[in-house]
Every structure is written in structure tokens, then in C-alpha cells.
């Protein structure tokens, strides 16, 4: 079961790699991302998801992370876990049309906050991928 972990570690940095982009591509151009980047976000979220009960599964049945530092077992999972917070953060801050919840007071386009939690996303999950391989 480690090894699906590890395989789809990589895919949810990559998920999370084409949704920054996507979205930053879209704020330049002054376009929308476009109806598929809807698409990208369920399988995101899913991928995220899976990923996070794959690693639960490994941390029940006594498989801990070996990484250095004091820390690094801890922050794998901190780092693994906490995507799906900001994943939430981002739809209440799509669903309000404003980031009020994040102290900004100004209109927000439904995707900008699925784009910056992707960007934060992508950090988060590489570092996890990083302290789980034990770099």
C-alpha cells in the first residue's frame, strides 16, 4: 500500500502543479480558466482525498515516516493533511463571491480561490512528497 501512497503522492503534486498554473495563465490572459477547470478541481480534490485515506490507512495499521529532523515524520503529515483544509477555506471563500473570510474585502472570481489554494497546495504536497521519500 506505500507504493499507491507514493504513486499518487506524485499525481496530487502534479493535479495540484496544473491547477497553479491553469489559473495563473488565466489571470493573465484576462480570461476565465474555462468549464474543464471545474473538472480539474473535482479530480484534485478527489486525488487529495484519496491520498489523505491512503496515508491514514498506512499511519493505523503502524507505518510511520522516517524522516529527518526532529520534526519530519510530523510535518509529513501536517503537510499532507492541510490541503484539505485550504481546500474548504476556498470554497467558502467562493461561495461568499468575496475574501472577507480571509480578511480582504473585495470581489473574488469563483476559480481565484481554487488557483491560490491549488499554488499553496502544490507547495504543501511536494514538501510532504519530499519528507516521505526521506529527502
Same mark, same amino acid.
Do not use: E
Given at each position: ?11 496530487? #503534486?502534479?493535479?495540484? !502543479?496544473?491547477? *497553479? @498554473?491553469?489559473? /495563473? @495563465?488565466?489571470? $493573465? ?11 480539474? /478541481?473535482?479530480? !484534485?480534490?478527489? %486525488? ?5 485515506? /491512503?496515508? %491514514?490507512?498506512?499511519? $493505523? =495499521?503502524?507505518?510511520? @515516516?522516517?524522516?529527518?529532523?526532529? =520534526?519530519?515524520? *510530523? ?16 470554497? #467558502?471563500? &467562493?461561495? &461568499?463571491?468575496?475574501?472577507? !473570510?480571509?480578511? =480582504?474585502?473585495?470581489? @473574488?472570481?469563483? *476559480?481565484?480561490?481554487?488557483?491560490? &489554494?491549488?499554488? $499553496?497546495?502544490?507547495?504543501? %504536497?511536494?514538501?510532504?512528497?519530499? %519528507?516521505?521519500?526521506?529527502?
Amino acid at each position: 500500500m506505500s507504493a499507491l501512497h507514493r504513486i499518487v503522492g506524485f499525481a496530487v #503534486v502534479a493535479i495540484f !502543479a496544473l491547477g *497553479w @498554473v491553469w489559473g /495563473l @495563465v488565466a489571470r $493573465i490572459s484576462r480570461k476565465g480558466p474555462g468549464d474543464p477547470y471545474w473538472v480539474w /478541481l473535482a479530480v !484534485a480534490q478527489v %486525488t487529495a482525498g484519496l491520498q489523505a485515506v /491512503l496515508g %491514514t490507512v498506512l499511519l $493505523i =495499521l503502524g507505518r510511520r @515516516v522516517v524522516a529527518p529532523g526532529a =520534526l519530519g515524520g *510530523w510535518l509529513h503529515y501536517v503537510y499532507g493533511y492541510l490541503p484539505l483544509l485550504l481546500f474548504v477555506v476556498a470554497h #467558502v471563500v &467562493a461561495r &461568499a463571491g468575496n475574501a472577507r !473570510a480571509i480578511g =480582504l474585502d473585495r470581489p @473574488v472570481q469563483p *476559480w481565484v480561490p481554487f488557483a491560490w &489554494a491549488s499554488f $499553496i497546495c502544490f507547495g504543501l %504536497t511536494l514538501r510532504a512528497l519530499m %519528507t516521505g521519500l526521506g529527502l
